[in-house]
């Protein structure tokens, strides 16, 4: 997980609000808050790419200067988390962040993908 733009206590909590989701969905969740190279979800796939194991994770990419969002499923989340359920998650964390709440955006981003995408 990549999140240079949170703090020191702002990472731990989040990474406890992580465990907590994946706990629920039984998915692995990855985050990266950082510039996107290129196109974002180009970038963003690449990233999901590399998971251990990307057919049961989601990755959210988020670049904040760019304004962009990005969430990329593996196939077997994508059984139980539509493409309507992740553009939900979207605006929920954009609401926060245009808002300047990075960390309030992410928590409840992660939490309600733990909760759409359970079993």
């Known amino acids: 997980m990549s999140t240079t733009a949170l703090n020191a206590t702002e990472r731990a909590a989040l990474d406890v ?6 706990q629920a969905c039984r998915a692995e969740i990855s985050v990266f808050v950082g510039a996107a190279a290129g196109d974002a979800r ?8 590399t998971l251990v194991l990307p057919a049961r994770s989601v990755l959210i990419m988020v670049d904040p200067d760019k304004r962009l969002v990005e969430i990329v499923t593996g196939g077997h989340v994508r059984e139980r ?3 309507e359920e992740s553009r939900q998650v979207v605006a929920t964390m954009t609401g926060h962040f245009a808002a300047g709440d990075l960390f309030g955006g992410l928590t409840n981003g992660i939490e309600q993908l733990g909760q ?3 079993d």
């Open 81 to 83: 988390l539509t493409d």
């Open 17 to 22: 609000i992580i465990r907590n989701a994946e």
């Open 116 to 118: 759409l995408a359970k």
């Open 42 to 49: 180009q970038f963003s796939t690449s990233l999901h790419n």
